[in-house]
């Protein structure tokens, strides 16, 4: 087998119920994974949850992941996307300091850009909310740091396969 | 539909598990559930340590072949189970603890789940990681489903321990049951069937093989595919070495027979099974106990791994040809495709070799004196039936057991392989007992672990529970004390245990029978009353305090490099 580091996205199908995340994340920090990031939310029906995972390591690694998940009793499907195949995106709010006009009207223009909103506004900084792959993000940030950035919450990476492909749970199952 | 208590409902439904016996200890959590086991025809073995409960459930499990059930109260009744819990994880063995819990929410309770009540402990939190799943009804009427859910998860695909917690007000509240038979799961789906693509593939590596070699692990025994397994070795004519949970899944007087393959194993197994140019793998996971150096672990052969578990596929071993299945009908299907074709090959001299790598393990143990364990329990062998079941302790004692006690049948070594739990093998003998109570069970015990659960001599001689406890007494905690003689330079650092206790005395105190002996004769005679005996008998055998167990390989080592202290 190729070990070909990298980063993967892993998209996981698991029962939307108490306690899932807790197993989930536990067995990442027994067998000694390391993830990037990870997101839930419900998924096409209401008692199931979607996954994204991402992890930064080798094919093989990321083989064992989706074994493991895939262990699980309360994970349903697991699949490895293919980045090519991929739309992925990312949410982030950024409080940004705005001492002066000048300021605020350069944060302004630079969301602008970015598609990014200025969600809230106060006397010396704006919370901007911008969404987009992890790339466009960290740019954003990158130039917002000459401001002085207060506060970042990002959400992670959830993503989908483009098109014909899917990972869902058929019905009957 | 029938209305009724959860207690009653979680006892109905354990009936219709055939789950007929329960080792526990009850407390207030669990009340309601034992006021119905007061007159129901489901036997209850009082334990005197709820490890002990759940060592009891997995040698009940691992010595039928059935669920095996343990039972704990709230709190420290069920964190007491933990071990057993984790040991029964790592061994693949089905049973189901059912822990009794503080309250659900309810508006009119002051105490309940999550507010730190009297004996309320996370064991959901606290076992994830050592179950293969974990329930917690939150109301009645789940309990039948969830009865049946666990019994079904623990004895289906790769075997082990389910945890099933109760809300104390779960016991109480009456609901309507359903005792349906359905079961769903979503995410589980064990597969049993071998691919036939694979099955092909894995064929032909064998058919052209020069030097093939089977390593058979604890899967095998637990889906009964040992007939299966040397039908197929015979028609290869391949040796077969198992990993130490696989002990027993061929006979070890077979021809065929390496004996156990690892860090304490036969000569003819370790120095064998690198030479193989195909390696049939099959229900094992290559521990690292198993393989040593997993980087130099038989560099020349191609790899066929057969397991239920896709994710041991893999993991420690990236083979040729993976085959998720189940061992059984794995071994079978591979018999079957090459039963028609295959030209039976002579191996004279590949035979001729293991004769003599047998013959030099047989050298090394003629030529040690005294009362030494090797020749005591080869000895010993011989006067116990072949499905007298062995239990073992952690230690030398284990790991002379396992090289000496020679065992034919699958299901008649019991010993805990994966967590190396001191104190396993004597309450899982009384589980082996309670499950076969005709045969004799008998635990090789090192004095430093049978002190560790020995309080349940009570439960043996109460519960009319006769099992036989060899202790191989060098008053040292004789294993760690190898390895710092080996390997530390013999700083003997918090090894010696002394002289106490004085086991027969302890026996004696508990009222069971306690015999010291000095000679071998001695010895054999004191077994052949024990296993006449109706009540426990601790058989106390003093041994030189620094015996070591050879062979050995050097932790982290090759296999092939095996000291053997000649
Ligand atoms: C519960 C537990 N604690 C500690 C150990 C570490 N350990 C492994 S072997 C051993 C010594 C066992 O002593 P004894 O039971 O007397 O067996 P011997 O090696 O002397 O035959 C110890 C302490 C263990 N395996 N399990
Ligand atoms: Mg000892």
């Not at chain 1, 899932?20 to 997101?39: A, G, K």
């Not at chain 1, 002066?100 to 350069?106: F, I, Q, V």
């Not at chain 1, 130039?143 to 992670?156: H, Q």
Request: charged share 20%; proline share 6%; aromatic share 6%.
């Amino acid at each position: 087998m190729t070990e070909k580091p990298g980063k993967y996205i892993v998209s996981a199908i698991v029962e939307h119920k108490p306690g899932v995340l807790y197993r989930i994340s536990n067995m990442f920090r027994r067998r000694n994974f390391n993830i990037e990031t990870i997101t839930v939310g419900t998924a096409e029906q209401e008692d199931l949850a979607r996954m994204t995972i991402t992890i930064n390591g080798d094919e093989r690694t990321v083989e064992q992941v989706v074994k493991q998940l895939n262990k699980l009793i309360d994970v349903i499907k697991v699949s490895i996307l293919d980045p090519a195949n991929t739309v992925t995106r990312e949410l982030a709010l950024v409080k940004v300091n705005v001492p002066d006009a000048r300021a605020r009207s350069d944060v302004i223009n630079y969301s602008e850009i970015f598609k990014g909103h200025v969600v809230d506004v106060a006397h010396d900084s704006l919370v901007v909310e911008i969404t987009g792959n992890a790339d466009k993000i960290n740019a954003f940030i990158e130039l917002m740091k000459p401001f002085g950035v207060k506060e970042i919450a990002r959400t992670g990476i959830t993503a989908l396969p483009r098109g014909m492909t899917s990972v869902k749970v058929n019905n009957g199952v | 539909m029938v209305k009724m208590t959860g207690a009653k409902a979680l006892v109905e439904a354990l009936k219709k598990q055939k789950a007929d016996v329960i080792f526990g200890i009850p407390g207030g959590a669990l009340i309601p559930i034992y006021d119905v086991l007061y007159n129901s025809d489901i036997k209850h073995v009082l334990m005197r340590h709820e490890q002990c409960a759940a060592h009891a459930a997995d040698g009940y499990a691992r010595a039928s072949g059935l669920v095996g059930v343990c039972m704990a109260t709230s709190g420290p009744g069920a964190t007491n189970l933990v071990t057993g819990i984790a040991n029964a994880y790592m061994d693949s063995s089905p049973i189901v603890a059912f822990t009794g819990q503080v309250n659900t929410y309810s508006a009119n309770t002051s105490y309940m789940i999550g507010k730190d009540a009297f004996q309320e402990a996370d064991i959901i939190g606290i076992t994830t990681p050592i179950t293969k799943f974990n329930f917690q009804p939150r109301t009645a009427a789940e309990i039948p489903r969830t009865v049946r859910q666990a019994f079904y998860i623990a004895s289906t695909g790769r075997p082990g321990p389910v945890v099933v917690d109760l809300p104390k007000d779960t016991q109480t509240a009456t609901a309507d049951m359903d005792f349906g038979d359905n079961i769903e799961f979503r995410g589980y789906r064990p597969n049993y069937e071998p691919h036939p693509l694979q099955i092909e593939k894995a064929a032909n590596l064998l058919a052209n093989a020069e030097k093939p070699v089977i390593i058979a692990g604890g899967g095998v025994i637990s889906s009964g595919a040992s007939s299966e397994l040397i039908a197929l070795a015979e028609l290869l004519v391949a040796p077969v070495a198992t990993t130490f949970m696989g002990k027993g899944c061929m006979p070890e007087d077979h021809p065929l027979s390496l004996g156990m393959l690892g860090m304490h194993g036969t000569i003819a197994a370790n120095k064998l099974v690198p030479k193989a140019d195909v390696l049939l793998a099959v229900g094992m996971r290559f521990s690292d106990r198993t393989t040593g150096d997993v980087t130099k672990f038989c560099p020349g052969a191609e790899i066929i791994h057969i397991d239920i578990d896709s994710s041991e596929i893999g993991k420690n071993i990236v083979p040729h040809v993976p085959i998720v299945a189940d061992a059984k009908r794995a071994l079978k299907a591979l018999y079957n495709r090459l039963v028609k074709s295959y030209r039976k090959k002579e191996r004279s001299i590949w035979m001729r070799r293991i004769q003599e790598l047998k013959k030099q393990q047989e050298d090394l143990v003629r030529s040690v004196k005294g009362l030494s364990p090797p020749r005591l329990l080869i000895e010993l062998r011989k006067i116990i039936p072949r499905d007298a079941i062995i239990t073992t302790e952690v230690g030398q004692n284990q790991m002379w057991a396992a090289l000496y006690m020679k065992t034919y049948k699958p299901r008649t070594f019991i010993s805990s392989g994966g967590l190396g739990t001191m104190g396993f093998g004597f309450p899982a003998a009384i589980g082996a007992k309670v499950a076969c109570p005709d045969v004799p069970v008998i635990d090789i015990a090192g004095d430093g672990s049978f002190i560790m659960t020995s309080q349940d001599l009570a439960s043996t001689v109460v519960g009319g529970i006769p099992v036989i406890v060899l202790v191989l007494n060098n008053s040292m905690l004789g294993m760690v004390a190898q390895w710092q003689r080996l390997f530390y330079n013999r700083r003997y650092s918090a090894v010696d245990l002394g002289a106490p206790p004085d086991f027969v005395k302890l026996a004696e105190a508990y009222g069971a029978q306690g015999i010291r002996v000095g000679s071998l004769g001695e010895l054999l005679k004191a077994v052949k009353t024990a296993m006449k005996s109706d009540v426990t008998t601790v058989i106390d055998v003093p041994i030189h305090p620094e015996e070591n167990v050879f062979p050995m390989v050097p932790p982290g080592g090759e296999v092939s490099n095996l000291l053997t202290g000649d």
